[in-house]
């Protein structure tokens, strides 16, 4: 059996590996950014498939199930197995997935954009691609996920409104590739229920996330991250008494079924989306982005952690190398280090600190002198005790460098 066999694991997991320096599908704009790709959409959605959908050996064995029609629970009435059909991947799997990821989270002019540019997002430069990315290994598994326990054709639970509403919707609806079914209707809905909630429950929506305080650094999360913390969650009112909570997309799911939602909620459009059938053209400065942050982020991705902590202290260093320069410049000096120090002399240091000390020794005996004024004292302070201290540090300085 595949969920008992190392061998195809580890089969596995070289392909997603391999997978991971390859551009993929980049969804509804697949056919404007990947005018250079060779091969078939197809293989493509289930290369797609196996690198998000593959994380650990849990997800792995989950992965296998769903393509073992025998482990998907059993139906009475024959129908076309459309879920493992690779274009029904890429409409309402890849579609969706990759529509949140762009559209919401990387597209200004979307109100989820905008709030998890201001609360969650550190640094737009180091962590927002690592985030993106993991939204995207999230969804698809949870989709994985709602497919296993919901069968390949789920129907309403319970009866009423909602349910017969959305029911006829579901008969009444036509599509040219494949049947509507709740799985198209709830997969293609899931951008929009994001957009159209986020700004009055985006405190449910990303609830799992770390807020932006919580950074210890720039670059990365808590150590307590874990794959949870990019789980988009979904705000749900079960009726018109009820408060608004959250549950997960699986048990939002689940709230369809058993008639908790209106079918209006679930064909409401987002204006930040585009529309059924929309052609999404690729501007010149779009795809010089999108081919940096993919280069960046597949770098990241095989990034150890140690490397990670090496590009902070880089990072730090370099913020203490400006600020240095900055009060070189304040100071009138030349904001240039590069010049070589002087070798270092010990017996001129040697020399100035003994001048140094003995004009404290003489300055503690003028203080003792009941007629030195105020005056005199802070002049013979400046005039010998500073002069040579200032001599002193400048000459350690020359060949030591100043303290850190």
């Known amino acids: 059996m595949c969920h008992n066999a190392d061998e195809f694991y580890t089969t596995a997991m070289t392909e997603v590996e391999s997978c991971m320096a390859k551009q993929l599908h980049m969804g509804v704009r697949h056919q404007a950014c990947s005018k250079s790709i060779k091969l078939p959409e197809q293989l493509l959605a289930l290369l797609w498939l196996l690198r998000y959908t593959i994380h650990d050996s849990e997800s792995f064995d989950r992965l296998c199930h769903f393509f073992y029609p025998d482990k998907l629970k059993a139906v009475e009435v024959q129908v076309e197995q459309e879920i493992f059909d690779p274009l029904w991947i890429v409409h309402y799997i890849i579609y969706p997935i990759m ?5 919401l989270f990387d597209k200004k002019g979307s109100n989820t954009f905008d709030i998890y540019k201001k609360f969650y997002c550190k640094h737009q430069q180091y962590t927002h691609s690592r ?3 993991s939204i995207i290994y999230s969804l698809a598994s949870i989709f994985i996920e709602i497919l296993l326990e919901n069968g390949e054709h789920p129907d309403m639970i319970t009866s009423n409104k909602n349910t017969q509403d959305i029911s006829q919707y579901l008969r009444k609806s036509e599509s040219i590739l494949f049947n509507t079914t709740l799985y198209t209707l709830f997969f293609q809905a899931l951008p929009h229920l994001i957009e159209n909630n986020i700004e ?18 720039q670059r990365k999360w808590p150590e307590t991250t874990t794959w949870k913390n990019f789980e988009l969650l979904l705000a749900i009112k ?3 008494s009820s408060q608004v909570e959250a549950v997960t997309i699986k048990e939002y799911f689940k709230a369809i079924r058993t008639g908790n939602i209106a079918l209006s909620t679930l064909t409401q459009k987002a204006d930040c989306l585009p529309k059924e059938n929309d052609i999404i053209e690729e501007t010149e400065e779009e795809r010089k982005l999108r081919e940096r942050d993919e280069k960046k982020n597949y770098k990241e991705n095989t990034s150890s952690d140690e490397e990670d902590e090496k590009d902070d202290d880089e990072e730090n260093e370099s913020d203490k190398e400006k600020k240095k320069q900055k009060d070189k410049k304040r100071k009138g000096e030349s904001s240039s280090s ?12 040697v020399k100035k600190a003994r001048e140094v000390e003995t004009n404290i020794q003489a300055f503690q005996q003028r203080l003792q002198d009941e007629s030195e004024t105020k005056e005199s004292l802070i002049a013979l302070f400046e005039a010998t005790v500073k002069t040579n201290w200032d001599n002193l540090k400048e000459k350690i300085d020359d060949n030591l460098g100043p303290p850190k």
Do not use: M
Request: glycine share 2%; no cysteine.
């Open 238 to 240: 079960k009726d018109a």
């Open 200 to 217: 009055l429950h985006h405190n449910i929506i990303f609830q799992n996330f770390v807020k932006k305080e919580n950074f210890p650094t």
């Open 99 to 103: 529509s949140i990821e762009y559209f």
């Open 338 to 349: 590069s010049s070589p120090r002087k070798k270092i002399n010990k017996g001129e240091v």
């Open 131 to 133: 985030t993106k990315e």
